[in-house]
């Protein structure tokens, strides 16, 4: 399987290549891609060298169009989309179906990757995309089990990628507006989620509250770490009990899954996180390439050692386990 | 006065209610002359279809026989080969049309006429011209959506009809997971159908106290309820024909007749929201969304200078 790896910065992409990554995801500087956070992505200049780096190595690169085309401001993505193929974009990662026609027909030999955020979950829906668009390789959701996956993979026409460690989306990507509800701000739109420009941190006593919008998702005793606000990993109160109403601030970790994803005939595994630091990108990229090549026997031991990068330092294999649902 | 060639349509009930009391809700509904159109069908939980199968052909008869035009949504998340199957089978045998809420359902109706519910993600005039010319007459867009979207949207693209989400808590987020069936100590697999117990939806606060969520099984709703009212005007201006309201428990015949006595001029905005809150009341309204900020902002209406 390939392990496609994030890069934010031009310096995490180098680290990315040189750990060995297949492929490196990277975005442009703007709202064209969902991981629109300040000081983060590339400049056009910055992508054309990045590519450079990668193709003397070997290494593929996609770049991320994955936020849905602004009304009135589609020009935006099409130049976007325009200047990632004149840059040599080994494949482009889309969620607008208007965006998805738009390569289809004006770039019609460019490689096209369906986003997560189209939210395609089932085979009539990946093959839709496949037939109408051209589309290659689909990243899969994360609302399916590894049994799912396996019995989904024969009935499609184009290879699968699936999310394989670092954050983790509760809700179905591409279909949440929680944190624009509390924000204004949203992934779909923005290419943001629970943004650090609407948190706020304030004492209370002897509690730590953590704000999003004004709204508190968080209180931490004086011997707990006070964690980032994400919206759907917040303590709230339903009824009389006041704990994680949708998830514990965990992130995904499915390598104990890594042999059954082969099996299911996973093309890809994609490492979250191009808001990281190239530190832990270095870390992480070159931990799964070992386990990928390790036995089964082998690979606690290397997994170990990564589990303590994640956030809250604890991790779920989420809904590729049936019990998570 | 406000247009009055804004229709009224009724959404399905998201939530999971007894049977008989969803047929008596719909046969209610069938006898309120304000609502012109009325999409029908479990679209949050496949694990809930057997409670309202039984009567959804007495519901659509009856209330195709008043007159409403009739759709059957489609499962706003398909994972399952038996809910891929159920998506099929409605596409291909369902006597009335079907609002698409997914990509299978969409890729499925391709090149006959069809409906797309407010699940699939229509951001901009291209994807919606794209969606009327593979067979969409008309197109409920996301509630995420400002006016600046809504207005682009619709002058961009001719060939459909468009509705916006004028009442109603807003669906939100959509999960594998079953958060609601989780906080009362069950797991989706065996949930028990603890969403029942909730037929408004069970409420989400803060630790400070603080309103916020909604659960309604493996979807998240707001805990306001997003009403546009005095908004008609505007989105009838930017060529919205259809205003969809999103079934509470509340008396949903009198949320209609307020909706279209607004509409028709009948009683301003401000009566009408008072009437709304006496109706629905004890949660809180929200417009925020249309008006291009938080969702769960209210903007009150400006209060127009009457001219002397």
New interface residues.
Partial sequence: MELICPAGTPAAYREAVDAGADAVYCGFRDETNARNFPGLNFTREELAASIAYGKARNVQTYVALNT?????A?RLWYKAADDAVLLGADALIV????LM??ISETHPRQRLHVSVQ????????I???V??FGAKRLVLP???TVA?IA?LAPKVACELEVFAFGGLC???E?????S?????L?P??QGVCSPASHVRYREDGEEM?SEL?G?????FGADEPAGYPTL?K??????D??GY???DPVSLDVMEHLDALRAAGVTALKIEGRQRGKAYVAEVVSRLRQALAATPEQRPALLAHLRRLSEGQRTTAG?YE???? | MAGRNLRITLGPVPYLWDGEAWRDFYFRIADCAWIDAVTLGEVVCSKRLHFTQPFIDAVANRLADAGKEVALASM??????R??ML??KLVEASPWPVEAN???A???L?GRPHLIGP?V?V?????A???ASRGATRICL????PL??????IG?ASGADFEVFAFGR?P????????HA??KGN???NCQFVCQDDPDG?????????S??T?NGVQ?M?HTCQVLLAELPALQQAGVSHIRLSPQHCDMADVAEVFAAVRDGRIDAAEGEARLRAIYPDVPFSN??HH?????AWIPAATEQVPA
């Fill in positions: 849905f085309m602004r009304a009135g589609e969620a607008d179906l208007a026609a738009y189209a939210s395609a979950s089932n085979a009539d829906a093959n839709f995309l037939q109408t994360r609302v399916l799912d019995a509760v809700m179905a591409g279909r949440c507006s929680l624009s509800y509390a924000t204004g949203s779909n739109m509250v919008g709204y508190t998702i968080n209180r759907c917040g303590r709230f109160h339903i009824a009990d006041g109403a949708f998830e809904a049936k019990k998570w649902r | 706003a998340m398909v994972t399952l080969e809910e891929a998506t099929r997914d990509l299978s969409l890729g499925l391709s699940f993600n951001y901009n005039g291209a994807t011209r794209m969606l996301g509630p995420e959506l600046a979207s809504v207005t682009e949207i961009a807003l939100l987020a959509i999960s594998a997971r079953c958060a989780r906080a797991s989706k697999d069970l409420a989400v606060d803060t630790l400070d106290g603080q916020f969520l659960l998240t707001s925020g969304f291009g900020t938080t969702g769960a």
